[in-house]
């Protein structure tokens, strides 16, 4: 699956600007995001969805690098529609024309409100983007592990706060999932790979006091990402790749 990732972005042409919102306040940012959202792209033509949730749309550029990538996919996006996270207002409409022609469906809400989705269903690939401030991803994560086959997070070197959340939540629920890989890309991919998810899994939705305690493995975590933000090669060209395996072992490919 890495492998094929890297191939597929190393050779994929897919430019998002020819679906840009042209008055896109982080439009000076366009330039930089063009291998960004290749990557996305590469991630979705790897694994090859039929559905796609996506927490967090903004102007749908990740959602056209998917619909591009495997364009029979039913996509699915919410958004808060609001300033927050790099929200813009009716930036949804935006990504709604954009996506004209395919299969989508847009959803106006808050996951941090939510205790599943609106739909049920299982989804092949849940795209978490929403709220990076750390509890904000291990929310939207412990909602779609119970409704993912994949899950993709956004950010994961965005912040220590998410890049620990992130990992704090593979510690707490290694026994939902397969492996994960991590790609540094822009701002950090993280590509988790669901057992066998089920709207029934038990999935642990710690409070912040809980993780506020756990201050050792805070720590722990906090250094490796120290460290790994210091590999600039792996920063680069490389990815990680974890199973879980007794005590869990990190493959790194520099
Ligand atoms: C970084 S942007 C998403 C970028 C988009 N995925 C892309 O690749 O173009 C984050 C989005 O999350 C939305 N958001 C923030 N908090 C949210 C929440 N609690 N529930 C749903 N959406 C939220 C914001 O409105 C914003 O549009």
Partial sequence: MIQLILDLYQHSNFDFTQYA?????????????????????????????????????????????????????????????????????????WAKQITEGYHTDFIIGNTQEMNEFPSPEIYDLIHVDAQQDGDGTYHDLSLATKQARYILVDGLFWTAENFQASLNWVRDNQRHFEYFIGIPGYAGELLIKVKSPSVTTDCWLSNTTDRQTDRQNRQTVVSFYQLIRKVTIFKTVGDMTTTNSLGGNCLILA
């Avoid at 969805?49 to 903004?58: K, T």
């Fill in 21 to 93: 919102f042209p008055s896109d306040p982080l439009r000076d940012r366009f330039r930089e995001w063009q291998d960004y959202y290749r990557l996305k792209w590469a991630i979705a033509k790897a694994i090859q969805p039929n559905s796609i949730l996506e927490i967090g749309v903004r102007f749908g550029y990740s959602a056209i690098a998917f619909l591009q990538a495997v364009p029979k996919a039913h996509y699915v996006g919410i958004d808060i529609d609001n300033n927050s996270f790099g929200g813009q207002q009716g930036a949804i409409d």
